[in-house]
């Protein structure tokens, strides 16, 4: 079936340095790519999505790359803060906006002040 | 934030008791799914709603049903609890293609004793 590899599962960084984080995707259909922010205690929230015919998309701190030949998906923040700290999910799917959300099994990433 | 409302917050139920879950949008969006959290597992698709009493299943669907009677609310039904269901249960709505992103509620954390 349809499946998205995450990792790592948890990932610890210094404030001010980078964090990675890598998803793989089974279904060669998958044509829309979200990454959600997730809080303690909150709904995930989306950071920043990119759809297949683009390869790379940069919001201020946080990019995504995208190579579809090999099916990788990648989230790069820079500059890490304190506040990064959560858990990221990234998401594949065959169209935008609609149910068909295969979600990774998440990275609890930790920026040390 | 977008207008989604999950209640109860927060549940404690017996085996075999039945169980419902509420999501409430202020957004009109067409689009309502309900998503089950457990640790290992990311977010995983019960059901979705694509418009008033169209629901269909998503890959966790054995147990559950839903109903949609109006735009704003998607109600999700355990009929007989069992302990495999203790999760956090998120609702999430997003408008039509054109529109991309899925808020997501503040989640319900379900426990089946």
């Known amino acids: 079936g349809e499946n998205v590899e995450q990792h790592p599962s948890t990932l610890s960084v210094q404030e001010g340095d980078s964090a990675v984080i890598k998803c793989t995707y089974s279904d060669s259909a998958s044509n829309y790519f979200p990454w959600y922010k997730q809080e303690l205690g909150k709904g995930p929230q989306l950071i920043i999505d990119i759809r ?3 390869g790379e998309k940069k919001d201020q701190r946080i990019a995504v ?3 579809k030949t090999a099916k990788h998906f990648s989230l790069h923040i820079t500059e890490t803060q304190p506040e990064d700290s959560a858990v990221y999910f990234c998401a594949a799917s065959r169209e935008p906006g609609t149910y068909k959300y295969i979600f990774g099994t998440g990275t609890r990433l930790k920026v040390l002040a | 934030d977008a207008g989604i409302t999950q209640s109860p917050r927060h549940k404690v139920t017996e085996t075999g008791t039945p169980v419902t879950l509420r999501c409430h949008q202020t957004e009109n969006h067409r689009y309502m799914y309900w998503y089950r959290q457990d640790p290992g597992h990311g977010l995983r ?3 979705y709603s694509y418009g008033v009493k169209d629901t ?3 890959e966790v669907s054995d147990g559950y049903s839903v109903s949609r009677s109006k735009t704003e609310d998607f109600l999700l039904t355990l009929e007989s609890a069992t302990s495999s269901q203790t999760s956090v ?4 709505i997003s408008g039509d293609r ?3 992103e899925a808020f997501f509620g503040q989640g319900t954390r379900l426990t089946v004793v």
Do not use: R
Not at chain 2, 89 to 92: D, L, Q
């Open chain 1, 52 to 54: 297949s015919n683009v």
């Open chain 1, 65 to 67: 790359t995208l190579n």
């Open chain 2, 45 to 47: 698709l019960i059901h």
């Open chain 2, 56 to 58: 269909d299943k998503g």
């Open chain 2, 89 to 92: 249960y998120f609702c999430a």
């Open chain 2, 98 to 100: 054109l529109n991309t």
